[in-house]
């Protein structure tokens, strides 16, 4: 039934395709991290409908990622949306979560993989609240204002952690080579 809506909201072909392949690959999954986070059954519902409602408005920028970046993406998302209703439910902060599964798919040439073995230990280091928005920005390639969007923030706000996000990886990589040296 919500899959039908879900495809109604889409302008292509090619979209309504990828929105079922995504709606059946990782409904179980979405549901399980909101209800790990949301410990509520009908939260859990709602964030798997949020959820695949910014997927929907992100649609085109999904077509060309495969499924693993796809998942990330989802993953990246259900942690916010499951945040903002715990924040919402009960008027406080949210722990952390694990790492992002991602990371992974770095080359597999050891040469190569120096330089980015540094730069993922920086961004896996970060609070999670520039983490979130450096991955957004800089591997799914979303505008601050779809930042925001996703982040339930203010446009402001989003650039502004974009900003200290960047900083604090630079500082990170700069201490990081000086101990490399």
Known sequence: MMLAFYMSL???P???IKIEEIYYRYKK??????LSKLQKEDLAEDAVHEVMLIVIRNIQKLQ???MDEVKAFIYLVTRSVSI??????KRREAADIEDYPFLSSLNEDP?????KD???KCIIDLPPIYREILELTAYFGLSIKECAAVLKISQPTARKRLERARKLLRTSLEKGEETDA
């Open 10 to 12: 889409a302008d292509h």
């Open 14 to 16: 090619q979209d309504k």
């Open 29 to 34: 999954l979405i549901k399980y991290l909101a």
């Open 64 to 66: 060309s990622r495969n």
């Open 84 to 89: 903002d209703m715990l924040r919402k439910e």
């Open 111 to 115: 040469q190569q993989n120096l330089g």
């Open 118 to 120: 540094l730069i993922v």
